[in-house]
C-alpha cells in the first residue's frame, strides 16, 4: 500500500534513494493520469471487422495511434481528463484493406493515389505486379499524411506477352523463373504476382513448369504467392503447385467438385474475387471526387449489358459455392479506382453474401492473408484505422458509402483537403 511519508524531517537524497523515490512515485500515481493524450468515442454501433456481433452503444479509446480500450459502455474504464466524441447514431467499422490495386508507380501521383483511397475509407492497399520503379519501394516505407498504407509485389512475373506492359517479367525457362522471384525477394516485396492467362488465345499462357518454379522458389524464400487467373483448370494446376491465393475467381464456367475438394485440402487458402461489373445501372451519386464530366461519362455505360451479367453470374456462382464453403474470402478491386472498394463490396453482396461476410472479407480476412496483425480489426492494441458512418452496413452493404468521417492510425483523415487536391489535378 502507497502512504506519504509523514516525517517532516528533511532527507538527503542519494542517487539510489532518489531512484528509488521516482519509482514509489510512479506507483502510487493515479491510474487514470494521461488521459489528457487520450480520446474517448462513444455510442456508435461498433462492427468490430471479425465476423462476431456488432457492439451496439460502444465506447473505444485513441492513445496515439492505437486503440488503447474497446468495449460496450459501462464496460470501459473511460481516462479521466479524456477529450470524448460523441458518436451516438452512427457506426464504425474499421477501415478497408484493398488487396489488388494497380496504382502509380511515380511518387507524387501515387501519393495522391493513396490519398485518394484514404477519402474513401481504405487504410491499407496493394499494387500487385506493375511496380517497375524504386518510387514504390520508397513509399511503402513512409507514412502519408491523409493516406492508405502501402505495399507492394514488386514487379509480377508471366509469361512472354508482346503488345502488353513490359512492367512483369517474362520468363521463358524455370531458371528464368527463379532469378525473378530471386529478385523479387532482395526487394523484398510483400507478395508475389503471377499471371497465368493466355488472354483470349493471344499468348502462350505461364505453364505448370514454370509457375510452379515460381511458387516453389517464393515459398523457399517464406513469400507467398498470389495467381491472377481465368481458366478453371488453370485454378486446379494452381492449386496442386501450392499457390496461397487467387487474385480473381474462376471466370470460364462454374467450380466443380474436384475443384472444391482440391480447395478444402488447403485450409490457408485465400480467394479474392475481383467479381466483374454486374451489367446493370447502378447509383453512383455518391462519387464526390470525380468532375462532372468525367461522372457524365462514367454514367453513359451505367446501362444494361446482358453479356456482362452472364459474366457476373459465373463468377457470383463460384464465389457463393467457396464462400459457403467457409473458404477463406479476403477484397481486392483491381485497377486503380479509389472508390471501386464500395462497389466490389456491394458485388459481392450480391453474390449472396451476408454485409457482415463482407465487411469481415475487407478487414480482417484481408489483413490476415496480408500477415499484418495490427489491422483488420477494431480491437485493443490494433493501429486505430477505421470509419465512421452514417448509416448501417450491415443493413445494406452501400452505406459504407455514407462517410461521415476516416481515422487512420488514430487521426483524422482531411478529406476536404485531399477532395481539393484530386479534383484539382484531375481538372488540370
Same mark, same amino acid.
Not at 17 to 34: K, N, R, S
Not at 206 to 223: F, K
Not at 244 to 263: G, L, N, T, W
Not at 303 to 315: D, K, L, M, S, Y
Given at each position: 500500500?502507497?502512504?506519504?511519508?509523514?516525517?517532516?524531517?528533511?532527507?538527503?537524497?542519494?542517487?539510489?534513494?532518489?531512484?528509488?523515490?521516482?519509482?514509489?512515485?510512479?506507483?502510487?500515481?493515479?491510474?487514470?493520469?494521461?488521459?489528457?493524450?487520450?480520446?474517448?468515442?462513444?455510442?456508435?454501433?461498433?462492427?468490430?471487422?471479425?465476423?462476431?456481433?456488432?457492439?451496439?452503444?460502444?465506447?473505444?479509446?485513441?492513445?496515439?495511434?492505437?486503440?488503447?480500450?474497446?468495449?460496450?459502455?459501462?464496460?470501459?474504464?473511460?481516462?479521466?481528463?479524456?477529450?470524448?466524441?460523441?458518436?451516438?447514431?452512427?457506426?464504425?467499422?474499421?477501415?478497408?484493406?484493398?488487396?489488388?490495386?494497380?496504382?502509380?508507380?511515380?511518387?507524387?501521383?501515387?501519393?495522391?493515389?493513396?490519398?485518394?483511397?484514404?477519402?474513401?475509407?481504405?487504410?491499407?492497399?496493394?499494387?500487385?505486379?506493375?511496380?517497375?520503379?524504386?518510387?514504390?519501394?520508397?513509399?511503402?516505407?513512409?507514412?502519408?499524411?491523409?493516406?492508405?498504407?502501402?505495399?507492394?509485389?514488386?514487379?509480377?512475373?508471366?509469361?512472354?506477352?508482346?503488345?502488353?506492359?513490359?512492367?512483369?517479367?517474362?520468363?521463358?525457362?524455370?531458371a528464368e523463373a527463379r532469378t525473378a522471384v530471386q529478385e523479387l525477394a532482395a526487394k523484398q516485396v510483400d507478395v508475389v504476382k503471377i499471371w497465368v492467362d493466355d488472354r483470349?488465345?493471344?499468348?502462350?499462357?505461364?505453364?505448370?513448369?514454370?509457375?510452379?518454379?515460381?511458387?516453389?522458389?517464393?515459398?523457399?524464400?517464406?513469400?507467398?504467392?498470389?495467381?491472377?487467373?481465368?481458366?478453371?483448370?488453370?485454378?486446379?494446376?494452381?492449386?496442386?503447385?501450392?499457390?496461397?491465393?487467387?487474385?480473381?475467381?474462376?471466370?470460364?464456367?462454374?467450380?466443380?467438385?474436384?475443384?472444391?475438394?482440391?480447395?478444402?485440402?488447403?485450409?490457408?487458402?485465400?480467394?479474392?474475387?475481383?467479381?466483374?461489373?454486374?451489367?446493370?445501372?447502378?447509383?453512383?451519386?455518391?462519387?464526390?471526387?470525380?468532375?462532372?464530366?468525367?461522372?457524365?461519362?462514367?454514367?453513359?455505360?451505367?446501362?444494361?449489358?446482358?453479356?456482362?451479367?452472364?459474366?457476373?453470374?459465373?463468377?457470383?456462382?463460384?464465389?457463393?459455392?467457396?464462400?459457403?464453403?467457409?473458404?477463406?474470402?479476403?477484397?481486392?478491386?483491381?485497377?486503380?479506382?479509389?472508390?471501386?472498394?464500395?462497389?466490389?463490396?456491394?458485388?459481392?453482396?450480391?453474390?449472396?453474401?451476408?454485409?457482415?461476410? =463482407?465487411? +469481415?472479407? $475487407? *478487414?480482417?480476412?484481408? !489483413?490476415?492473408? &496480408?500477415? %499484418?496483425?495490427? =489491422?483488420? +480489426?477494431? $480491437? *485493443?492494441?490494433?493501429? !486505430?484505422?477505421? &470509419?465512421? %458512418?452514417?448509416?448501417?452496413?450491415?443493413?445494406?452493404?452501400?452505406?459504407?458509402?455514407?462517410?461521415?468521417?476516416?481515422?487512420?492510425?488514430?487521426?483524422?483523415?482531411?478529406?476536404?483537403?485531399?477532395?481539393?487536391?484530386?479534383?484539382?489535378?484531375?481538372?488540370?
Open positions: 500500500m502507497c502512504r506519504p511519508n509523514s516525517d517532516s524531517r528533511s532527507l538527503v537524497l542519494t542517487p539510489g534513494l532518489l531512484l528509488v523515490a521516482l519509482l514509489f512515485a510512479a506507483a502510487c500515481a493515479p491510474a487514470d493520469q494521461g488521459g489528457a493524450n487520450a480520446t474517448v468515442f462513444e455510442g456508435a454501433r461498433l462492427i468490430v471487422g471479425d465476423g462476431s456481433a456488432a457492439i451496439e452503444d460502444a465506447v473505444f479509446v485513441v492513445e496515439g495511434d492505437r486503440f488503447t480500450l474497446v468495449g460496450p459502455r459501462g464496460e470501459v474504464d473511460v481516462p479521466r481528463g479524456a477529450a470524448r466524441v460523441d458518436l451516438t447514431g452512427k457506426t464504425v467499422m474499421p477501415a478497408i484493406i484493398n488487396t489488388h490495386m494497380h496504382l502509380p508507380t511515380e511518387r507524387e501521383a501515387l501519393i495522391t493515389q493513396l490519398q485518394h483511397n484514404a477519402y474513401y475509407g481504405a487504410g491499407t492497399v496493394v499494387s500487385l505486379g506493375l511496380d517497375n520503379t524504386d518510387a514504390p519501394f520508397q513509399v511503402r516505407g513512409e507514412t502519408v499524411p491523409n493516406g492508405a498504407r502501402y505495399f507492394t509485389a514488386g514487379r509480377g512475373i508471366t509469361s512472354l506477352e508482346p503488345g502488353r506492359s513490359e512492367a512483369p517479367y517474362w520468363v521463358t525457362s524455370e483470349n488465345g493471344q499468348y502462350q499462357k505461364l505453364g505448370p513448369a514454370l509457375y510452379g518454379a515460381v511458387i516453389d522458389e517464393a515459398h523457399t524464400r517464406n513469400l507467398r504467392v498470389t495467381a491472377h487467373i481465368f481458366a478453371l483448370e488453370d485454378a486446379k494446376g494452381l492449386l496442386r503447385a501450392g499457390l496461397d491465393a487467387f487474385a480473381h475467381s474462376v471466370r470460364d464456367q462454374d467450380v466443380d467438385d474436384e475443384f472444391m475438394a482440391m480447395i478444402r485440402e488447403h485450409p490457408n487458402f485465400v480467394q479474392i474475387p475481383n467479381l466483374p461489373g454486374r451489367g446493370v445501372p447502378t447509383d453512383l451519386n455518391w462519387l464526390s471526387t470525380i468532375p462532372p464530366t468525367e461522372l457524365q461519362e462514367i454514367m453513359e455505360g451505367n446501362v444494361e449489358r446482358p453479356q456482362a451479367q452472364a459474366g457476373f453470374g459465373i463468377q457470383a456462382r463460384n464465389l457463393a459455392r467457396l464462400s459457403g464453403a467457409g473458404v477463406k474470402v479476403a477484397m481486392g478491386t483491381d485497377g486503380g479506382n479509389a472508390w471501386a472498394a464500395h462497389v466490389e463490396m456491394e458485388d459481392m453482396a450480391a453474390a449472396g453474401m451476408t454485409p457482415a461476410q =463482407v465487411i +469481415t472479407a $475487407a *478487414t480482417s480476412t484481408s !489483413a490476415e492473408w &496480408l500477415q %499484418l496483425p495490427d =489491422v483488420g +480489426t477494431v $480491437a *485493443t492494441g490494433k493501429i !486505430a484505422d477505421f &470509419l465512421v %458512418l452514417d448509416a448501417n452496413p450491415l443493413d445494406d452493404i452501400t452505406n459504407t458509402r455514407r462517410i461521415n468521417a476516416v481515422y487512420l492510425r488514430g487521426t483524422a483523415v482531411d478529406r476536404e483537403a485531399v477532395r481539393a487536391r484530386v479534383l484539382g489535378q484531375t481538372t488540370q
